[in-house]
């Protein structure tokens, strides 16, 4: 059974526990020495750790460790730039005769993924435009399956089992909300380009059915899945009718959801609902940031660096949220 878990670790703690490898490679020091570095993650989140001075002899063994593979380790929590940080003694592969239970090593998203693709999936199919619902229903039907484990990114928000489904899922209610504040936006538009927003990142990243991302396919890498989500729309667009300057307002509302050059946007959004589409993607990111970085905090402390945060060590306060009951 496992005992220590990656958000309950604390400074100078030493321990033996097993883990889930989420990246692993060895580097070269100034000191001209190799060493392994390697991200372990479990079902709480992830944690980068370092064994130093590697010897050829133990790069035979370390060589057969894999992303995905659960392993054991001896390691000593410490601290680097204000982020906790394991100094690996030992590590190796685990073995069948290990008590390993897997859900201990898979973070997931906090809903049911058949319940979440029902809401969007709901959503969806209330479009009134003719043109945008079948984008958006076909769209889902066809990646009904890999919805449902796919993950949100390979690292930082949303990287978990059924994650992607769970940011569109926000997004969509958050968006809904928007919709009755801002009554100019057209609701139909916020809905589809939600939903279309992300979806070829299915096709971006490389993921099992664990919700692990191994890294990015060709297509993903050479063109990212702005430039793979326009493409990928016209076809489905000609298929359902749309006419193209509705093909074009919803390809330019995934080329433009990212806002800056340096983020892969060619171009910041020129319509309300594009706007909101951005600002919606940041925020659902931003508050997966807060909400993931405080839960290893103790009441009345500060976070350790949170880098995705601009660095920022976050506060948790001593006292329970008003309306926490509502939560629950």
Known sequence: MKEYFINTLQIDEEFIDFFMVKAIGVKVGSNKKNYLDVTLGDSTGEINGKKWDVSDEELKNLSAIKEGDIVKIKALVNEWNGIKQLRIARIRRAVPSDDINMPDFVKAAPEDPKEMFEYVMGRAQAIKDDGLRKVAVSALEDNRERLLYYPGAMRNHHAEL?????????????????????????????????????????????????????????????????????????????????????????????????????????IRPLFPEAELLHYLDMLDAKMYDFEAALQTAEPGTFTERVRTLDGRMLYRPTFEPLNSEDKK
């Open 162 to 266: 059924g994650g992607l489904l769970y940011h569109i899922r926000r997004m969509l209610t958050m968006g809904l909300k928007a919709c009755q504040v801002y009554t100019n936006l057209d609701k139909d538009w916020v809905v589809c380009g939600v939903i279309m927003h992300d979806m070829e990142k299915l096709n971006e990243l490389k993921a099992s059915e664990l919700g692990i991302s191994s890294g990015y396919s060709v297509k993903g890498n050479m063109l990212g899945h702005l430039v793979m989500g326009a493409v990928e729309l016209k076809a489905r667009a000609e298929a359902a009718g749309l006419s193209e300057e509705k093909t074009v307002m919803l390809q330019h509302m995934i080329i433009s959801h990212h806002y800056e050059p340096e983020f892969g946007s060619p």
